[in-house]
């Protein structure tokens, strides 16, 4: 079956769903008809780590998607489209699938892109990414036999291939150069260079305060339109300013005054002072886009006994989480899918932390545990105002049902280094982590980093359970909708029998921009400068 793709209304495959001021480099003087654009930009977090492959955080991750692309990407209705690629060819018994890349890639150091930079990309993002993992173990051999077409060589088909290629969660599959993408996994790449529609300015970058990015004028966008991730993409601005403000009110008042241009999260309670300003556009991401969750540490006690993570998930309410972080009621609702509501999969079962807490139960389950009054820490950033209020919130009803809690508190870079210990509470481990997703990331079992049963390979928090694993390797190989569904059923009860994690509501995000400059953003779950 061979495959090609005039416009985003061509279906490649079934889909299932599932950052900076600028320096001089030699800019050519701007036109009399053109006038430079420059945008600056403040986002939810700072960017330190450019690494898209070595990090799962958002701001990296949108770092990314203005530097990198993508072989195939998700459009507005959440359907895989090429971007990179112009056609493929899947063979009779689906074991070899062929990639024939788009002519006329370049890197922003001026090389082409090949399919030896696309082998060597994927090769590393299967190293890191849960679905990339699956997809390379499912993979016999990965190979370029020339510089446009890039072949798989399958042990067995893989119903998910195309959707792997397109996930635009974190680790997102982005394309580097060969030489790049050979750095290992675990160290991090020291050149930024992609072919996306923006060049990253590495002599302007200070990590945490600034970064600038330029739009790469020898970029050849798609014909079709923009469409979520998919599509052309026609850069926004020629020169973005990513700029680090940490405090939100500072950040608002900056963006009233025109100061800056873009502010990625708008606190609920600082939404009144932006919608009556001049020159400010308030906008959602969509609806229901965000849903807090709450990880716990299977390592360590007490969380690595099933009854205490029980007894925490009978003592929380998502209502208390949304009323204390959100507050306006008409931007979240309580949702307890683990595939978020937004997933055709989604479902309430097993969801007890919807309705009002049971604190008697929680107490009654958390004294046949045999819990002995260990220490539960709970990590809590201070720079991330959309996260601010979640530690205290399950510290008061830990509390409640007798447990001992510490919050500890940090900033977001130093918490992302400290999650990955897997050391006991006395020695500088932890007990409880709490996060924000877009439910782009939870929509699949495969790319729903919460559901990972690898234990101590998987991802923080280390969650181990041999049935998730059998249920996601059933959900990746079969192509049948309904099986999907049911597997998909199955996963949901089994979360909430062991609390892999605990999903703490849902909302919508809202960006506050200048529509003179941005107001052609094409409109996505994330911010995307094109």
């Known amino acids: 079956m061979k495959f090609t793709f005039p416009g985003l209304g061509r279906l490649c495959a079934p889909a299932v769903l599932a950052p900076t001021l600028v320096c001089a480099i030699g800019i050519a003087p701007v036109s009399a008809l053109h006038a430079e654009t420059t945008a600056k930009i403040v986002m939810q977090a700072p960017l330190r780590v450019v690494d898209p492959i070595l990090t799962n955080a958002y701001i990296t991750r949108n770092h990314g998607y203005m530097v990198f692309d993508t072989l195939f990407a998700l459009d507005a209705d959440g359907k895989p489209q090429p971007e ?15 990639l024939t890349l788009r002519k006329g890639l370049m890197f922003h150091d001026g090389t082409p892109v090949t399919g030896e930079d696309v082998v060597a990309s994927l090769k590393r993002w299967g190293q890191r990414d849960v679905l990339g993992l699956r997809l390379m173990a499912a993979t016999r051999s990965l190979e370029s036999p020339d510089a446009g077409t890039v072949v798989f060589h399958l042990n067995q088909p893989f119903g998910m291939l195309i959707e792997a290629l397109a996930k635009p969660a974190a680790p997102v599959p982005f394309i580097m150069p060969s030489r790049i993408a050979a750095v290992p996994v675990s160290q991090p790449i020291t050149e930024v260079i992609g072919s996306g529609p923006y060049k990253f300015v590495a002599a302007d970058f200070q990590p945490g305060v600034k970064a600038t990015y330029v739009k790469f004028t020898d970029y050849v966008p798609r014909k079709e339109p923009a469409s979520g991730f998919a599509g052309g993409k026609v850069a926004v601005a020629d020169r973005i300013e990513l700029v680090s403000i940490s405090d939100s009110q500072t950040a608002v008042n900056a963006l009233r005054r025109g100061e800056i ?20 556009a308030l906008k959602s991401y969509g609806d229901s886009t965000n849903i807090f969750t709450m990880r716990m540490n299977w390592l360590q006690p007490p969380f690595d006994n099933p009854k205490v993570r029980r007894a925490v998930l009978a003592a929380v309410y998502q209502g208390d989480y949304l009323a204390a972080q959100i507050g306006d009621e008409t931007m979240y609702r309580l949702c307890g899918a683990v595939l978020s509501c937004n997933s055709p999969y989604a479902s309430e079962a097993g969801a007890i932390q919807t309705k009002e807490p049971d604190l008697a139960h929680a107490k009654t389950l958390l004294k046949e545990s045999g819990y002995d009054g260990s220490k539960v820490v709970i990590l809590h950033p201070t720079d991330l105002p959309v996260l601010s209020s979640l530690a205290s919130v399950t510290a008061q009803a830990l509390r409640t049902i007798g ?118 953003m094409t409109d996505a779950q994330i911010p995307l400068f094109w």
């Open 261 to 280: 241009d873009f502010v990625e999260d708008v606190p609920p309670d600082l939404l009144p002072q932006l919608k009556d300003a001049k020159n400010v």
């Open 84 to 98: 990179m690629v112009e056609s493929w060819q899947e063979s009779a018994d689906r074991l070899t699938v062929t």
């Open 403 to 520: 447990m001992n809690v510490e919050i500890q508190s940090m900033d977001w870079a130093t918490l992302l280094s400290r999650y990955s210990k897997k050391d006991p509470v006395a020695q500088g481990g932890w007990s409880i982590f709490q996060t924000g997703f877009t439910s782009l990331d939870l929509m699949n079992p495969l790319t729903n980093p919460n559901l990972d049963g690898r234990g101590e390979a998987g991802y923080i928090g280390w969650t181990k359970s041999d049935e998730m694993e059998r249920l996601r390797d059933q959900f990746a190989e079969t192509g049948d909708a309904a099986r999907r569904k049911e597997i998909a059923l199955a996963i949901q009860k089994l979360n909430y029998e062991q609390v892999f994690f605990i999903p703490l509501g849902t909302y919508s995000k809202m960006k506050g921009y200048n529509p003179a400059k941005l107001g052609r």
